[in-house]
């Protein structure tokens, strides 16, 4: 699925009833079976967007399209994976992943077998009768994750997916998203405040200036697939993390 | 594996504790029956006033034997499973409505201020004069007792869902009742039960003092009988009935409650 936006602006009303601009103009495109990763610093609308490409919120001008078509209200096609990891807190694990198959009315049987075959892809065999407060960080953030692969989505849309997670846990989760999407090819929208986890991650990396967040730089990543965790101590690594760093610093000057 | 001795001793002390607060309540019980028996053999208090258990007792076998005990429970019982029917679903489905259009709430809240804000007792007669001596206006005011805190329930219960979840619902393009019965309902469920175990005490109340004013029978008749004639111990066997049946109905809602909401113990552990 081919994304694009086009001087896409939102704009929030404070309590005061001014307007203030959150994000925008920025204008970029995504093309099919890419993976771009979208860097900005914090409060600088990268969630916002993320929610105007789900088609939950309608932007204040400009507009957000899919294949061409403006994105008006939620695509069957496109999965998101919400900042928080955003479970029903009184559904197991199998539930939760489960979600989407019930809301589109798949019978309990063909939803569980489908749930079941992901399950040990995303290391979650033991815990299927679990809930959502009992599993650690990244368990919970996996089983977000699996609520999006469930849906076979043609583009996911990742806001944050591992912020909240310690070093560690965030670094092996960023290879398992890697594996997990090598099988089918899909459109990925990621987004992050890490440098090295846009890099790693993504085939282009665009960087968001602070709010209103407009589009400062648009980098291609040419480094070889699959990629692999050392690949951080690299030359051309550190040379794409500079620049990039470059232009963030840039805005805080 | 080993089993640690320092733990087996804080495990069965748990176990003991746990034991002893299953059993006080149970011992209140047995003291204030001895307390009552003593009062009464020692003639402390006159046997019109406090009967001693072995009267009282006696009332209840001889109410139990000629039917009439069983008879009005049954009445009262009806009166109020009705009428607990019947404003709860009403409560909970205006709720619903009023949580989903604010506008509705200001239209009604003069309805509804009014009605939560007169006592009971006062507007019993009037139900009376509408809907006769018979059943229905027990039913009807046990439903108009009932009815506000099954509305306050429900609206709390789902403009509390999580805006964030009800989002993950419109992404996944669910309709209105699929995001009833997968988000509000289970999300408001917990306070919705919380409501209806206040409902079930309440239920008790509605129906009894709708007897109080006027009827053929009912639990509430009995007790207005029986004091006319003086019998004591049929008046206390009566109160005792209503005493179960509002702890009966109120278990069972724990239960349906305790089974449903595993989730949240298994949470919080
Ligand atoms: N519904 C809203 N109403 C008003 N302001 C909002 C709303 N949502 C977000 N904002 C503001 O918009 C800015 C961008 O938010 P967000 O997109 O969440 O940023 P990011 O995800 O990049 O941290 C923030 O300053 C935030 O306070
Ligand atoms: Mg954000």
Redesign the interface.
Known sequence: MKLRVEDLVVSFRNPDGELLPVLGPLSFSVSDNEFACVLGPSGCGKSTLIQVLAGLLPPTSGAAYSDGQVITRPLSGAAIMFQDTNLLPWRTVLDNIALPLEVAGISRADRYRRVRKLLPQLNLEDFERAYPAELSGGMAQRVALGRVIVQKPRAWLLDEPFGALDALTRESLRLELLQLRAGARQTLILVTHDINEAVLLADRVIVLSRRPGAVVADIEIALPRPRAADMIYQREFLLLTKEIRSYIDEQRA | MQSNPDHDNYRSAQKRKLALRRLSPLMTILFLLLLWQWLSDRELVSPILVPPPADVYAAFAAALDDGSLVKHTLVTLGEMLYGLLLGVAIGLVLGYAIAKAPLLEYILSPIIVAFQSTPIVAYAPLLIIWFGTGPTSKIVTTAVIVFFPSLVNAIVGIRSVSP??R????????GPW?AFR??EL??A?PVILAGLKTSTTLAVIGAVVGEFVSAGSGLGYLVTTARYQFDTPLVIVSVLTMTAIALSLYSLVAYVEWRSLA??R???A
């Not at chain 2, 989002?167 to 669910?174: E, G, I, K, P």
Request: no cysteine; hydrophobic share 50%.
């Open positions: 964030r979840l989002d993950l619902m419109t992404s996944l393009n669910a699929r997968l988000l289970p999300s469920l989730w949240q298994r949470s919080a």
